[in-house]
């Protein structure tokens, strides 16, 4: 899965490439709206077939369209907002680097790499993370998400550039199997339509994160340090949010048990 998933990102930047060059690098973000279409067929006319079985339940049993938790559209707008701040920075690493920090081109390459590096060490343990944290994972990664936010803002040098690429990197690992994670334990009978819905969210990230750039960066200076400034407070209230939101649950839960 991996290597396809490496594979498959070689050819969309080509592609992305191709019509940024040949229709402006606006359109190029019109290609994360490709998986919206499929994703809703998968959402709607895939059976009900749980991935993995609850012990209680026998292998046949039927599902019911009602088994589908709330929650998810909860963890669905998390990952959607953590997907959208964090394609602001992985797509305008080249230009933070070398326009705001003075940066080489060189130097914007290895950034890059250092944020693909870390997302790749954020993958091999996000087992063990979420096996320790469970729902608190996404938690976790809105947090990194903030420290690295909060030092991009401020950044000044390369070093600091990279530190904070790292942290966001690590958040890059997490949003995705963390929130399909949650949505599937909580919709344990509806797990493939939970899955598409929670999808669905990570793409129109993706997609908006060029248009929210543009929005968030009439609040500062029109620099991208003052985005990432702006983006940090935007993930504080996200967090807040989702902290308020599991104290809720658990409370709910406690009195249920």
Known sequence: ????????????????????????????????????????????????????????????????????????????LAGMAAFMLIQVMWSNTSLWVTGTLGGTVAQAGMASGMMSLFSCIGRLFFGKIYGKLGRFTIHLDLALLIVGMAIASHSHSYAMALVALAFVGVSMALTAPAALNRCIEISPRCQERAQSITSIGFALGNFGSTYWKLFVGKFGDGTLNSVFRVNSYFTVAVLVIAFGISAVLISREKKAQ
């Open 1 to 76: 899965m991996l290597a396809g998933s490496g594979f498959w990102g070689f050819v969309f930047s080509n592609v992305s490439g191709f019509v940024g060059g040949k229709f402006g690098w606006k359109i190029a973000y019109l290609l994360h709206l490709y998986t919206v279409i499929p994703l809703i067929l998968f959402a709607v006319f895939i059976p009900d077939q749980p991935l993995v079985e609850a012990k209680q339940k026998k292998a046949n049993a039927p599902t019911q369209k009602g088994d589908l938790s709330p929650m998810i559209f909860v963890y669905t």
